[in-house]
C-alpha cells in the first residue's frame, strides 16, 4: 500500500526586491515539504494575492513600498487568520522588531540568515511554534518587562491567553469562548496589562513557562 504523500506548506513570499523573490525561490525549489506558492512585490499585491492562493505561511518583508510591515500584518491575519506570518527583513533595531511582532507575526528572521534557517523558521511558525533569529529574540528579551502575576488573571483572561499563545486572532477566540471580538480584545487588554506583556511572542513564552500550553 503507497504511503500518503506529505502535503506540502504553501508559502507566499512577499518582497518589494525580485532579486530576493528569485533567491528564495531558487532555494527552495525541490523541497519536498515546502512549496512557494506566488509572490508578491508590495502590500497591496500580498493581500490580493493571499485571497487567493489562501497561503499556509505568509514570509514579509517589514519595509515595502506602499504599507509597513506591522499594517501589513494585520491585514492579512484578519483576511487570512489561519495563515501564519513570517517577517523577513534586513531590520533588527529594536522600533522595527517590536512594532512588528506586536502586529502578531509569529517568527522574525533577518536576511543575513541562510536559507536553511528561513526553511527551519517556517516549518516552525507552520506548526505553532515561534522563531527568531538570535539578534531579533535578544531585543524582545531586553524590550520585554518582567512579567506580572498570573494570580490576578480572571478565568476567562486565562483563556484568552492560552488562546492567543496558540495563535489564534480575536475573531477566532470569540468564536471558540462564544463571546463577542470587542470582549475579547478588552480581556486581551486587560491581561497583558496586568502581565506586563504587550506582545504575542512575550504571551506565547510566558505561557509556555506556565505550562498553559504545549510545543
Known amino acids: 500500500m503507497r504511503a500518503k504523500q506529505q502535503k506540502k506548506i504553501k508559502v507566499l513570499l512577499v518582497d518589494d526586491h525580485p532579486v530576493v523573490l528569485d533567491g528564495i525561490t531558487a532555494d527552495f525549489k525541490g523541497r519536498k515539504d515546502i512549496t512557494i506558492a506566488g509572490k508578491a512585490t508590495n502590500g497591496k499585491q500580498a493581500i490580493e494575492k493571499a485571497k487567493k492562493l489562501a497561503p499556509d505561511v505568509i514570509v514579509l518583508d517589514v519595509s515595502l513600498p506602499d504599507m509597513n510591515g506591522a499594517e501589513l500584518t494585520v491585514r492579512l491575519r484578519n483576511i487570512i487568520p489561519k495563515a501564519k506570518l513570517l517577517a523577513f527583513s534586513n531590520h533588527s533595531n529594536p522600533e522595527h522588531v517590536m512594532r512588528t511582532v506586536r502586529a502578531g507575526v509569529r517568527g522574525y ?86 502581565l506586563k506583556i504587550h506582545t504575542v511572542a512575550g504571551l506565547t513564552r510566558y505561557a509556555i513557562e506556565e505550562g498553559l500550553i504545549t510545543l
Open 109 to 194: 528572521v533577518v536576511k543575513d540568515r541562510s536559507p536553511e534557517e528561513l526553511a527551519l523558521a517556517i516549518l516552525a511558525v507552520h506548526a505553532g511554534k515561534l522563531h527568531f533569529s538570535e539578534a531579533v529574540s535578544d531585543c524582545i528579551l531586553r524590550l520585554e518587562a518582567p512579567p506580572g502575576d498570573k494570580s490576578l488573571l480572571s478565568v476567562r483572561e486565562n483563556e484568552v491567553l492560552r488562546f492567543v499563545a496558540q495563535g489564534l486572532v480575536n475573531k477566532e477566540i470569540a468564536q471558540k469562548l462564544g463571546i463577542g471580538v470587542r470582549t475579547v480584545e478588552m480581556h486581551r487588554a486587560s491581561l497583558m496589562r496586568k
